[in-house]
């Protein structure tokens, strides 16, 4: 077990490089110099090459004891990410504004997860019954509507018309009242695609032999549905919940845009249209490590749910 | 027992299959009258020839006129007809989705089956590509490009081309097309390694085939299926993609796609304006709707899994 996850550890190590190197061509090297930008139209030669030697963009590419993207990794290893534009910290940055993110997103998640797979069962058990060409018919138009769509017409319909929630983030509002129809809209919005992977999910693990024994046995469909097919369905469940926690963080950027919550999202939007690329560089980087390292953590939720898989041999 | 071949299936049952059903051809339809609509607007353009319908800049009417006898749609803030927006906004995001679609499938089917065909070094290198950029999350990946793509221009003075801008359509392509190319990659070269040592592949190397041509000439032929599925899909979330890249302000400049026609949504509603978001969010509904039904339509018939499915009941019908 600790040798399996010793390999998978040196593995992601060419992963973790890759990404850097990635956002290394991204940010300085196609995204190029962006002094011009910061300093203003009329700075003098002096204030830019002070910004620029702030930015460290002076500096060569490549190919020196100094060159930027030796410091890039440097900042990356150690996640020291210096300064955003507006000279605050990175780091605290994060750290102010993730709980927003994952107030939103928490709940978000676990509503989707909830209202999806008992939808799903439900529609995989009655298949080509009416409530499963509802539930498909449901979901292939949800997924249809733009994502804009459904917080532009969720915010002014229910919020701004009819007035059933504050329009905006407000600091002294209660939270629940200002992130509940964010995370209304995103569950809604999330429905569809959720629905439709657990139904193949689901009508994949009915057709099996298992499940038939079990009919015949006389088990109620109850027992059969939640003990005997979501529990060996458990493993794709568990593979999607698990790689969308290191998107919790991230947030959401339309939604906490749109309602003005501070989160993560609003920052990335922020820094976006401010070419904040120190910024966006963090980000990117953080929820890249973020992603391998859930992956990791995946495979081994495998292990606790089905006692078949054996991690030694699958490698 | 009559005999039901693999050939059966590939060639011979399903695109009646697929035609029998009337949602399918109804589906079809409408895709094809929206792209036809879209090429109509070029061929409108390229000829200089201009019907009143692609004029979308031309103020028809007071500013914000709601839905009326004269402006089916209504006009936006500028007195702009909103149908006609909404029906070059075809034209925009339609190419935006099938040039970042091409793009897509341009990186991806040669590097997934050279990876998938050859082991070593090409395989390794494919796949540590893969992992780092499913590694990123896909939206902050396609905001990056964007964003450093947004004013630069390609040199291509080399070229004899000299220097092409690549704001507005062709920086939203190449963002779109180079993030989305991961997943067909990974589709192919799993499928080439397995077709690669089917019977046909292992007899066309007897027959001293060279590996380009086994693999360009035999194997690629094959994976049309897989294509076609993931193309579908991807296009979808290519006409989406550029709805959000609007809204951050890194969609497409000058000329109305849906995206910006939403996007603008944002100053309207206020004033109570809704039929331009709708319009355009009811286009882009209505082709991704269909563009889905029939995607899902196609994979049910061409998937593997389903065609062995099918042929186990066929078996048990013909020996009834």
Known sequence: MSAYIARRLFFMVPTIFGIMLITFLLFNVIGGDVTDEYAGKFADKQTRDEIRSRLGLDKPLFFSRDSQFLNHLKRAVTFNFGRARDRQKISEKFLNHVGFSLALTIPMLLGTALISISLALMAAYRRNGILDCLVVFFCIAAMSVPFLSFILFGQYFLAYKWGLFPVYFWPDLNPISYLALPILIGIVAGLGPNIRFYRSVFLEEFTKDYVRTAFAKGLSPAKVLFTHVLKNAMVPIITRIVFSIPYLFLGSLLLERFFGIPGLGHLIVDAVSSRDYQLLNAVVYISAVLIAVFTLIADMCYLIVDPRISLEKSY | ?320
């Open chain 2, 1 to 320: 027992m009559k005999k039901v071949t693999d050939n059966n299936f590939i060639n011979g049952q399903q695109p009646q299959l697929l035609l029998k059903r009337p949602l399918t051809i109804l589906c079809l339809a409408i895709i094809s009258s929206y792209f036809l609509l879209a090429a109509f607007v070029y061929v409108a353009e390229l000829t200089r020839w201009n019907p009143r319908f692609t004029q979308w800049d031309k103020k028809v009417g007071a500013e914000y006129e709601s839905p009326n006898g004269k402006n089916i749609l209504g006009t936006d803030y500028l007195g702009r007809s909103v149908l006609r927006k909404t029906i070059y906004g075809a034209k925009v995001s339609l190419t935006v989705a099938l040039f970042a679609s091409f793009i897509g499938i341009i990186i991806a089917v040669p590097l997934g089956a050279l990876a998938g065909f050859y082991h070593g070094i090409v395989d390794d290198i494919v796949v540590w590509l893969c992992t780092t950029l499913t590694s990123i999350p896909y939206i902050l990946l396609i905001l990056a490009f964007a964003l450093v793509l947004k004013d630069k221009s390609l040199d291509l003075t080399w070229l004899g081309l000299g220097q092409i801008p690549l704001a507005g359509i062709p920086a939203v392509c190449i963002a779109l097309g180079f993030t989305g190319w991961v997943g067909i990659c990974r589709l192919v070269r799993a499928e080439v390694i397995k077709q690669k040592q089917l019977d046909y592949a292992r007899t066309a190397r007897s027959f001293g085939c060279s590996n380009f041509r086994i693999l360009f000439r035999h194997i690629l032929p094959n994976l049309y299926h897989i294509l076609i599925v993931s193309f579908s899909i991807r296009f979808v979330y290519y006409i989406h993609a550029e709805v959000i890249l609007s809204f951050l302000g890194l969609g497409v400049k000058n000329a109305p796609s849906w995206g910006t026609m939403i996007d603008l949504a944002r100053q309207d509603l206020t004033k109570g304006c809704w039929w331009e978001m709708t319009s355009a969010t009811v286009a882009l509904f209505v082709i991704s709707l269909a563009i889905n039904i029939f995607g899902d339509t196609l994979r049910d018939t061409l998937n593997p899994k389903f065609i062995r499915l099918q042929r186990i009941k066929y078996k048990v019908t013909y020996e009834r």
